[in-house]
C-alpha cells in the first residue's frame, strides 16, 4: 500500500491569496504530517498572517517553515 500522507509543500511564487493563506491555516491546526512548508514570494494581509501565527502555535509537526522574511504584507484596507 502506498503512503500518500503529504510531507512537503512548496507554494512560493503562486499568488496565494488571503483565502487560500487562511484555508492552508485552517488546515495546519489538525495536519501533523506536514513538515516541511514553503511560502515565499507571496502576499499575506495582516488578517491571514495571524491565521497562519495561530495555526503554527497549535502545529507541532512542521519542523522546517520557509519563506516568511520575502512574504509581501498588505494592509486589510489595501486588499479591499
Not at 14 to 22: A, T
Not at 48 to 62: K, P, V
Request: hydrophobic content about 40%; charged content about 25%; glycine content about 4%.
Amino acid at each position: 500500500e502506498m503512503d500518500t500522507r503529504l510531507v512537503e509543500l512548496n507554494i512560493s511564487s503562486n499568488r496565494v491569496g488571503d483565502e487560500g493563506i487562511k484555508s492552508l491555516a485552517h488546515c495546519l491546526r489538525t495536519n501533523f504530517t506536514l513538515t516541511s512548508l514553503d511560502v515565499s514570494d507571496n502576499e499575506f494581509t495582516t488578517d491571514s498572517l495571524r491565521a497562519m501565527e495561530m495555526a503554527l502555535t497549535a502545529n507541532h509537526g512542521l519542523v522546517t517553515l520557509v519563506g516568511l522574511e520575502s512574504v509581501k504584507i498588505k494592509a486589510l484596507t489595501e486588499q479591499r
